[in-house]
C-alpha cells in the first residue's frame, strides 16, 4: 500500500471525518432503501474508530441534487439505518453554511460516538471543490479518513480538497479496493484472462487498451462484439456501428500483446425487446436485420475453458442483454464459470456485473466483488484516481 491507511495515524481522542459512500440505491416512489451494503461496507472503519477512542464525523453524497436542498434526498434515512447497523446513535450534523453549526454538535461526540453530516452536494462548493468548503469541512475535525472508494474518481471537496487542510489516510474499505485493483493490474498471477462486456464499445475502450497489457487473454462479450465482428469482416446485424468504433476494434484485435477472443456463435433477435425471438447463428451468418443480443452457447463453453484455466480474472460488464431471460444465459455461464474456477484470484466489478453475481448468490466464490462501479472502471484504465492522489503518502 504507498498510502497511509487508519492504521498508521492515532486516533484516540481525535475528531476523524470519515468520506463514506452512502449513496444507496432507493426504490422509485417511496425512498425506501433497496440495497444497504454501501452503509454496512463502512462497519470495519467504524469499529476500527469506535475500539480506538475516536470521534467519528461521517458525510456522504446522496443523488444529485446539484448544489441546492432537495428534501428527498436529505440523510435521515440513510442516517437511521446507519444507526441500525453501527449500534449507536448517529447524529444528525447539517452542513457547514446551514443555520445550526455542525462544529456544536461535533464538539459535544464523546469518544465512540458518530455524527453525520447533511447531503454533501446541497452545497455547490462539493462539486465545484471550493477551497472555501473544504476548509470549512476540514475545520470540523482532526484527521480525514477517505473510505469512500466508489467516489474516488471524482475531485469534489470531500475527496480531493479537504485532504489538502488535515492528515488524509485511507479506510479499511477503501484499502481494500486498492490493494485488490492493484493485483488485477501488476500480479503475476498466469494465465490472466479479463472478460470484458457491457452496453458500447466506447465506455470500454480504455479499460480494454490497459487489460490487453495487462493479462494473457481477453474475452469479449455485450454490445461492443457487433463492432468487433465487423473489424473481422463478419456481417454485423442491422446495428449501426460508428467507423471509429470498427477502427477501435480492429486495432485491438490485431496489434495486442494479449489474445483476444470474440464470439464464434451469438444470439440474435429482430428487435431489441424482451419478448423478441431470440435464435443462435454462428458468426457468418448474422442476418442484416437482426441485432446480436448475447454470445451463443458455442462461445460460452469457449470461453468456460479459457476462464476455468486461469489463474487471475477479471470481469467487467455483461456478456448480452442480461435483463432479459432470453439473452441472459451467456451472462449467466460466465458468472457461472468464474465462481466455478478453484484456485484463482478473482475480481468483478461494474453495477449490472455485480448484480448477476448477487443475483446468482456467487459472491462468495470471487475475491473481490468491488463496490465502485465508475471508480474501479477508471482505475482498470488504469487511471489515477484524484481522490487516492489526495491521500497522504505511505
Ligand atoms: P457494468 O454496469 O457491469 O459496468 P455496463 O454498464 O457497461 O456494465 O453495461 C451493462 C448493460 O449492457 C446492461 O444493461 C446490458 O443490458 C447491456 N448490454 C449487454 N450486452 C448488450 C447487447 N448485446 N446489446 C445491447 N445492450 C447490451
Ligand atoms: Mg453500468
Not at 181 to 190: F, K, N
Not at 347 to 362: K, N
Request: aromatic share 6%; glycine share 10%; with cysteine.
Amino acid at each position: 500500500m504507498t498510502k497511509q491507511t487508519v492504521r498508521d495515524v492515532d486516533v484516540n481522542g481525535k475528531t476523524c471525518l470519515v468520506r463514506v459512500d452512502f449513496n444507496v440505491p432507493v426504490e422509485p416512489g417511496t425512498g425506501i432503501i433497496s440495497d444497504d451494503s454501501r452503509i454496512r461496507a463502512a462497519l470495519p472503519t467504524i469499529h476500527h474508530l469506535q475500539s480506538n477512542g475516536a470521534r467519528i464525523v461521517l458525510c456522504s453524497h446522496f443523488g444529485r441534487p446539484k448544489g441546492q436542498v432537495v428534501e428527498e434526498l436529505r440523510m435521515s434515512a440513510i442516517r437511521q439505518r446507519a444507526t441500525d447497523w453501527f449500534g449507536v446513535e448517529v447524529i444528525d450534523a447539517g452542513l457547514p453554511g446551514d443555520k445550526t453549526n455542525p462544529a456544536d454538535t461535533i464538539d459535544s461526540l464523546k469518544p465512540g460516538e458518530i455524527a453525520m453530516l447533511e447531503n454533501l452536494r446541497f452545497h455547490p462548493g462539493e462539486e465545484a471543490n471550493s477551497p472555501g468548503f473544504a476548509d470549512a469541512l476540514a475545520s470540523l475535525a482532526d484527521i480525514y479518513i477517505n473510505d469512500a472508494f466508489g467516489a474516488a474518481h471524482r475531485a469534489h471537496a470531500s475527496t480531493v480538497g479537504v485532504a489538502e487542510y488535515l492528515p488524509a489516510v485511507a479506510g479499511y474499505l477503501m484499502e481494500r479496493e486498492l490493494k485488490m485493483l492493484t493485483r488485477a493490474l501488476e500480479s503475476e498471477e498466469r494465465p490472466g484472462v479479463a472478460v470484458i462486456g457491457g452496453a458500447k464499445v466506447s465506455d470500454k475502450i480504455q479499460v480494454l487498451a490497459n487489460l490487453t497489457k495487462r493479462v494473457d487473454t481477453v474475452l469479449i462479450g455485450g454490445g461492443m462484439v457487433a463492432a468487433f465482428l465487423k473489424a473481422q469482416g463478419y456481417p454485423s446485424g442491422g446495428v449501426e456501428i460508428s467507423d471509429e468504433d470498427v477502427h477501435t476494434a480492429g486495432q485491438l484485435l490485431f496489434s495486442s500483446e494479449a489474445k483476444i477472443m470474440t464470439p464464434a456463435d451469438v444470439v440474435v433477435a429482430r428487435e431489441f425487446d424482451e419478448d423478441a425471438t431470440p435464435s443462435v447463428v454462428d458468426v457468418t451468418e448474422v442476418p442484416g436485420d437482426c441485432l446480436v443480443l448475447d454470445i451463443g452457447p458455442v462461445t460460452r463453453a469457449d470461453y468456460a475453458e479459457e476462464i476455468i484455466a486461469a489463474k487471475k480474472i477479471i470481469w467487467n460488464g455483461p456478456m448480452g442483454v442480461v435483463e432479459w431471460e432470453s439473452f441472459a444465459e451467456g451472462t449467466f455461464a460466465v458468472a457461472r464459470a468464474v465462481a466455478a474456477v478453484p484456485d484463482a484470484f478473482k475480481l468483478v466489478g461494474g453495477g449490472s456485473t455485480v448484480a448477476v453475481i448477487e443475483e446468482l448468490g456467487l459472491r462468495s466464490e470471487i475475491t473481490h466483488v468491488s463496490t465502485g462501479g465508475g471508480a474501479s472502471l477508471e482505475f482498470l484504465e488504469g487511471k489515477v484516481l484524484p481522490g487516492v492522489a489526495a491521500l497522504d503518502d505511505a
